[in-house]
């Protein structure tokens, strides 16, 4: 059986798209994986049964061919959304020939239709993955069509699934399948950049630091100003961060130079070969707009998964798509990072009983099945 699936975020931004892919090869799927531009990073997993076509030869984004620059990076991010809109106009014609040879379309990803419309779902059965929860604005008009067009729709967790099918008047509540991610870091090849930051890493702890890691976006809508504030008050304690270089993190560097350890940004899964390395893993959801408020409540972060998969305790904010998942488990704790004294006692209280955490981290992982949903999935096409 052939499965289409456009997806025109870049793979290497999206881990439970990958997993998707590889558990698909793995069941016996022939996957046709369209991108925008040729996917270098796919082609370079080798995955079988997976090909990879795009819809335009050369890649001519503009933000990532000069290193990053404060201002200009954000200019080039809006026109680079131009340059991919047009590109996606050829999206319906490339579906549609893949169609005739047979299989069944699967939808990654909404900013699949964020660029390219819904035009080319027309008349046709497939699966559609949301993997961020939006509000029903002008901008987000395509995913309310897509989904209410599609035979199924599948999101990252269960009061999304709900929250979705009663905003979109849905006729059934999407399926839910979290964003976990199988974690295989045998013979992986480790670039220099990321080497070295596994020495600073170990250096910093055995100089007797606790490192606690951040990964993921770095902005506004994931503050790190309150838990950085906290530890600062006992030197013992370091906040390791991996992702993309941004305007804000140059502010927070700046002004907790002594309290960061920026580690660069890495393609999956070179970034949990670093991350494995920490001690405790960060997160933070937090809404900064009506737009993004719900997003943020009842995030599905992958790196909950990321972090427990490694064995590492957690410690969240107090939201309910964190609350639940983490006190339930015992993997961690959660806090109200604007309070000092209640962030260094959880810290406290996770060192004190850290294997104890470890191992119930590593339960939580291990405890959440998404074949068992991938296989119901599959089937309901079938």
Not at 143 to 159: F, L, S, T
Not at 201 to 219: A, H, P, Q
Not at 242 to 259: M, S, V
Not at 331 to 345: H, I, K, P, Q, T
Request: glycine share 6%.
């Amino acid at each position: 059986m052939r499965i289409i699936m456009p997806t025109l975020e870049p793979l290497e931004w999206m881990p439970p798209t990958i997993n998707l892919i590889k558990k698909l090869s793995f069941l016996g799927y022939d996957v046709v994986c369209i991108t925008l531009f040729p996917s270098e990073y796919l082609q370079n997993l080798n995955i079988p049964r997976v090909t990879n076509i795009w819809l335009s030869d050369k890649n001519c984004t503009l933000q990532n061919k000069i290193p990053y620059i404060k201002g200009v990076s954000g200019i080039l991010y809006r026109l680079d959304k131009v340059i991919k809109k047009l590109v996606a106009k050829k999206l319906k014609k490339i579906v549609d020939q893949e169609l005739k040879k047979g299989g069944f379309l699967w939808v990654v990803n909404e900013m699949t239709v964020m660029l390219a419309g819904v035009r080319f779902l027309k008349k046709k059965n497939y699966a559609f993955t949301v993997y961020e929860l939006h509000e029903r604005k002008w901008y987000a008009r395509n995913i309310e069509k897509a989904a209410k067009m599609a035979r199924i729709v599948i999101v990252p967790e269960y009061n999304r699934a709900h929250i979705m099918a009663w905003r979109y008047r849905l006729k059934n509540v999407p399926y839910v399948m979290p964003n976990k991610s199988d974690i295989l870091l045998d013979d992986l090849k480790l670039s220099e950049n990321a080497v070295a930051a596994i020495k600073l890493l170990t250096d910093k702890k055995n100089s007797g630091k606790k490192v606690i890691l951040y990964m993921g976006g770095i902005n506004k809508e994931r503050p790190l100003e309150g838990f950085l504030n906290s530890i600062s008050k006992n030197d013992k304690y370091v906040l390791a961060i991996i992702g993309r270089q941004t305007t804000y993190l140059d502010i927070l560097i700046r002004k907790y130079r002594e309290r960061i350890i920026y580690l660069g940004a890495y393609n999956p899964p070179v970034h949990l070969a670093v991350a494995e390395h920490a001690d405790i893993g960060l997160l933070n959801y937090v809404g900064i707009s009506n737009v993004q408020g719900l997003n943020a409540l009842y995030c599905a972060p992958n790196k909950i998964f990321e972090y427990t998969g490694l064995g590492l305790p957690v410690i969240g904010n107090d939201i309910p798509g964190l609350r639940n998942d983490i006190l339930y488990s015992h993997a961690g704790e959660v806090v109200d990072f604007d309070n000092s004294e209640e962030v260094l006692m959880a810290l406290e209280k996770i060192f004190n009983s850290y294997n104890e955490y470890s191992k119930n981290a590593l339960s939580f992982y291990d405890g959440v099945d998404i074949d068992k949903t991938l296989i119901e999935i599959l089937s309901n096409f079938n």
